[in-house]
C-alpha cells in the first residue's frame, strides 16, 4: 500500500472531487430528501462552488491521495460568530469525504488532524462539524475525533405548520403518530394472520428475478416491512418508501439507511402524489384510508408513472363476492383473537397493550383521525382497468385480505 500524502487542493483535483462529493450528496438525500434533494446541473454548481473555494482566504480545501489516485477530500473555513458572543470566530469544517474502498486507512483522521492544525494557526479556539444522524458511520468518526454533539436541528414542511388543506396526511395527533412507536412489533400480532402471510405473498408475487436491477415504489410504506422485504429479496432493486405519517417515516429512514443509495423515503400524501417513473408499484394495507371518489385519480397516477409491462401489487382489506353471513364474518375475530393470545403467551406483547392498541383505535375513530372504507375487490378492479392497466387480477386472499396484480401494456409509452 503507498504512502498516504495530505496537501491543499489544486485546480487539477475538482473534477475528482465533483465525483467524490456527488456519491456523499446522493448518500444524503436518500437520508432526508426533503433536505438534501439534488438541484438540476448539481455537479457543475458544486464544480463552481469547490473553484471558488480555491481562491477564498477564509477556506482550505485538502486532499488526501496515495501514489495512485485522489483518495478522500475536506472542506474548512474560518467564520465569524454572531457578535455578541465570545470567541469572535470559529473553524468549520463543512464537508469531508473518503472513499468506500479506502476507508478504515485513518485518512479521515489525518483530514481533519491538518484541518484542527490550520484552525490553530489562524488563532482559533472552537472547530465545529455537523453530521447526518442517520448517517451511521459519521457519528462515531466525529466522536472520534474528539468532537460532541452540542445542537440538533429538527425539521418539519411549513406547508403541514400552516395547514396545507387536502394535501396534508397525518399528524402529531393522528391515529399512526399515535402507534408509530411500537408499530414493527404489535402490528403483526394486532393485525392477525394474514398481514406477515400477505407481505410475503406480494414479495413472492414481484415478477422480477432476483438479479433483476428495477425500481420500485411502496405507497403508505408505514415503517418500510415491506420495503426491506424487498431490497432484501431483490438485492440489485432500488425503492422509494412514501408515506404521509412523519412518525411512521422516521422509523422508516432508520431502518433503510443500512441500503444506502438502494432506498429512498418521502413524505407525501398519496392522494396528490407523483410517482417517480418505476418498474413495480407495492402496497400493503393502505387503500382503505383512502375515500372511493379519489381512487380512479390515484390509480391514473400509478398507471402512468410504472413503465411499458410494469405492474402494481396491491395487498388490503376488500369485500369480494356475495356479503358474509355473520357466521363467516366472525371467523375473522376468531382468528386474530387466537393469534394475539399466542402472542401474548410467547411474550411477544402483553395483553394490556393488545387492549389499549384496540381501544386507541376505537377512539381514533370516533374522534374521526382514523378514517377506513370498505372498497371491494371488484369495484378496485373496474378503477384499475378504467385507469389503464390492461390486466388486472384477483391473486391471493384471506378471508378479506386481498391481493390484486394489475399490468400496464407493454408496449405503452410511460
Ligand atoms: C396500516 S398502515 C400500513 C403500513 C405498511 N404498508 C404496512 O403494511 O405495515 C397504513 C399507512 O398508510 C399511510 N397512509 C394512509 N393514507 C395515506 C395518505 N393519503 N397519504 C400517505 N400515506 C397514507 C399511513 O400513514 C400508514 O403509515
Not at 434533494?37 to 488526501?64: E, G, I, M, P
Not at 443500512?258 to 413495480?280: F, H, K, T
Not at 384510508?289 to 405492474?311: D, M, N, Q, V, Y
Request: glycine fraction near 8%; charged fraction near 25%.
Amino acid at each position: 500500500m503507498s504512502e498516504i500524502v495530505v496537501r491543499q487542493a489544486t485546480e487539477a483535483d475538482l473534477e475528482v472531487m465533483v465525483q467524490l462529493w456527488r456519491g456523499v450528496a446522493e448518500l444524503h438525500q436518500s437520508i432526508e430528501p426533503r433536505v438534501w434533494t439534488l438541484a438540476a446541473r448539481a455537479d457543475d454548481k458544486s464544480r463552481q462552488h469547490f473553484a471558488a473555494c480555491l481562491v477564498d482566504q477564509d477556506c482550505l480545501l485538502l486532499v488526501a491521495e496515495d501514489a495512485e489516485k485522489i483518495l478522500g477530500f475536506l472542506v474548512a473555513w474560518t467564520k465569524p460568530r454572531p457578535p455578541v458572543l465570545e470567541p469572535p470566530m470559529q473553524g468549520t469544517i463543512s464537508d469531508i469525504c473518503v472513499i468506500h474502498s479506502a476507508r478504515r486507512r485513518g485518512i479521515g483522521t489525518r483530514l481533519v488532524s491538518a484541518a484542527l492544525e490550520w484552525f490553530r494557526s489562524e488563532g482559533l479556539t472552537l472547530a465545529v462539524a455537523s453530521y447526518a444522524t442517520a448517517n451511521d458511520l459519521s457519528g462515531p468518526f466525529w466522536k472520534a475525533q474528539g468532537f460532541a454533539p452540542y445542537l440538533v436541528s429538527a425539521l418539519r414542511p411549513v406547508a403541514a405548520a400552516a395547514g396545507a388543506g387536502s394535501e396534508r396526511f397525518g399528524g402529531d395527533d393522528g391515529y399512526f403518530a399515535g402507534i408509530a412507536e411500537t408499530y414493527d412489533r404489535l402490528q403483526p400480532i394486532v393485525a392477525g394472520p394474514w398481514y406477515e402471510r400477505g407481505l410475503a405473498m406480494v414479495l413472492d408475487l414481484v415478477p422480477r428475478e432476483p438479479k433483476e436491477g428495477f425500481g420500485f415504489v411502496e405507497l403508505g410504506c408505514g415503517t418500510a416491512t415491506l420495503t426491506k422485504m424487498l431490497l432484501n429479496g431483490f438485492p440489485c432493486a432500488h425503492g422509494l418508501a412514501v408515506d404521509g405519517e412523519s412518525a411512521m417515516l422516521e422509523i422508516a429512514r432508520q431502518k433503510l439507511v443500512a441500503y444506502g443509495r438502494r432506498a429512498a423515503v418521502e413524505q407525501a400524501n398519496i392522494l396528490s402524489y407523483r410517482l417517480p417513473e418505476c418498474d413495480v408499484v407495492v402496497s400493503s394495507f393502505v387503500f382503505h384510508h383512502l375515500p372511493p371518489e379519489k381512487l380512479p385519480e390515484t390509480f391514473r397516477r400509478i398507471a402512468s408513472a410504472l413503465r411499458p409491462g410494469g405492474c402494481l401489487i396491491l395487498l388490503d382489506q376488500m369485500t369480494v363476492g356475495p356479503a358474509w353471513g355473520k357466521r363467516i364474518g366472525r371467523q375473522g375475530w376468531r382468528l386474530v383473537w387466537r393469534h394475539t393470545a399466542e402472542a401474548v403467551a410467547v411474550g411477544l406483547a402483553t395483553q394490556e397493550e393488545v387492549d389499549a392498541r384496540f381501544a386507541l383505535k376505537r377512539r381514533m375513530k370516533e374522534e374521526g383521525k382514523d378514517v377506513e372504507y370498505r372498497h371491494s375487490a371488484e369495484q378496485i378492479i373496474q378503477v384499475m382497468q378504467a385507469a389503464g392497466f390492461d390486466e388486472v387480477g384477483l391473486v391471493w386472499r384471506m378471508l378479506g385480505y386481498t391481493v390484486l396484480m394489475g399490468f400496464v401494456p407493454e408496449g405503452r409509452q410511460a
